[in-house]
Nanobody, 123 residues
Framework: HVQLVESGGGSVQVGGSLRLSCVVSGSTYGGYSLGWFRQAPGKEREAVAVIDYWRREFYKESVKGRFTISKEDDREIMVYLQMDNPKPEDTAMYLC?????????????????WGQGTQVTVS
């Protein structure tokens, strides 16, 4: 059973910084592709950033140059989202996701496991 637990959300001012963290647990999961998605009220879930097995990074166009995804997979699997210079339009529930494809990209369908989310509010 794979579980994902996010942390680090909250309120941040425009131009500030915020770092989201997610721990992935479950002995059956091999740490393939990891990602951050977001969903605002009344809107569809969308991919923000993905890091695949080979640590290639993919970003939603509007966050390129401002957000950075990274992962650790030595003792435990962690994925981070560094949010620099956030904007009000980045306000949403941010969800961590894990998939079993080596080469996942910005597609919701590439991911099988999801966290509950952490709220980010930018003002």
């Amino acid at each position: 059973h794979v579980q994902l637990v996010e942390s680090g959300g909250g309120s941040v001012q425009v131009g500030g910084s915020l770092r989201l963290s997610c721990v992935v647990s479950g002995s059956t999961y091999g740490g393939y592709s990891l990602g951050w998605f977001r969903q605002a009220p009344g809107k569809e879930r969308e991919a923000v950033a993905v890091i695949d097995y080979w640590r290639r990074e993919f970003y939603k166009e509007s966050v390129k140059g401002r957000f950075t995804i990274s992962k650790e997979d030595d003792r435990e699997i962690m994925v981070y989202l560094q949010m620099d210079n956030p904007k009000p339009e980045d306000t949403a529930m941010y969800l961590c996701a894990a998939g079993e494809k080596y080469d996942a990209s910005l597609r919701t369908s590439d991911f099988s496991y999801w966290g509950q989310g952490t709220q980010v509010t930018v003002s």
